[in-house]
């Protein structure tokens, strides 16, 4: 069975600085998808990045990039120059092809961007 | 533009009710998931459908019940049995390969009993 923990409940960070929020992973399959998502207060799930089992490059959208070491079994998520709309809660999930594709989502971190 | 519309926002229900939330997509996705989200916390599977006229029980799905007559639509309905139905409900979908390209979300439904 998958499963996600992030240890972070919250977090804080100072606008215009970058801040790394922790996901490790736990997978007996060789080929898997993580992901994070960001939820507004809003409510709606919004994808940010994704990195495949196999990449061996660390992948990188705008402001966020995923800093994968796979031996680790990590996946956190950087994001960089912090803006105030970037208060939200955080969740990494990660599916694999043996499961199909069903999501396993870790329990979140929320991010309070400081002014 | 394509996208999956969950009804209602907000839906108040007294104790002892059944009540069905409405999840429409028009991405012609074949998937498509329900997710239970309670405060401060990550999501949970309740049903999934990989293709009309079959689901599949998530992890939590006592007390709730699922059909997908058609191809756009994935109902959920909490029934009475669900003893703590208060919570965040969104639905998913996915046209296959979400190991790459993940899940698309509606915006949700917030539940509470009264």
């Known amino acids: 069975a998958q499963k996600i923990t992030q240890t972070q409940p919250g977090m804080f960070v100072q606008e215009k600085e970058a801040v790394t929020l922790d996901c490790t992973y736990d997978?007996?399959?060789?080929?898997?998808?993580l992901f994070w998502y960001k939820q507004p207060s809003s409510g709606e799930m919004i994808f940010l990045i994704y990195q495949g089992s196999y990449d061996e490059q660390n992948a990188t959208e705008g402001r966020y990039s995923l800093n994968f070491q796979k031996a680790r079994k990590s996946a956190n998520l950087v994001i960089s120059a912090s803006q105030l709309g970037d208060s939200a809660m955080y969740f990494c999930a990660m599916t694999d092809f043996a499961e199909g594709q069903n999501f396993v989502f870790g329990p979140g971190t929320r991010l309070s961007v400081l002014p | 533009d394509g996208g999956i519309t969950q009804s209602p926002k907000y839906l108040f229900r007294k104790e002892g009710q059944n009540v069905t939330l409405s999840c429409e997509q028009n991405?012609?996705?074949?998937?498509m998931y329900w997710y239970r989200q309670d405060p401060g916390q990550g999501l949970r599977l309740i049903y999934y459908?990989?293709?009309?006229?079959?689901?599949q029980k998530g992890d939590i799905a006592e007390g709730y019940s699922v059909s997908r007559e058609k191809k756009e639509s994935f109902p959920l309905t909490v029934t009475s049995a669900q003893k703590n139905p208060t919570a965040f409900y969104l639905c998913a979908s996915t046209a296959g390969g979400a190991e790459h390209y993940g899940y698309t979300f509606g915006s949700g439904t917030r539940l509470t009993v009264v």
């Open positions: 997978t007996s399959d060789q080929s898997y998808g």
């Open positions: 991405l012609n996705h074949d998937a």
């Open positions: 459908s990989q293709i009309v006229n079959d689901f």
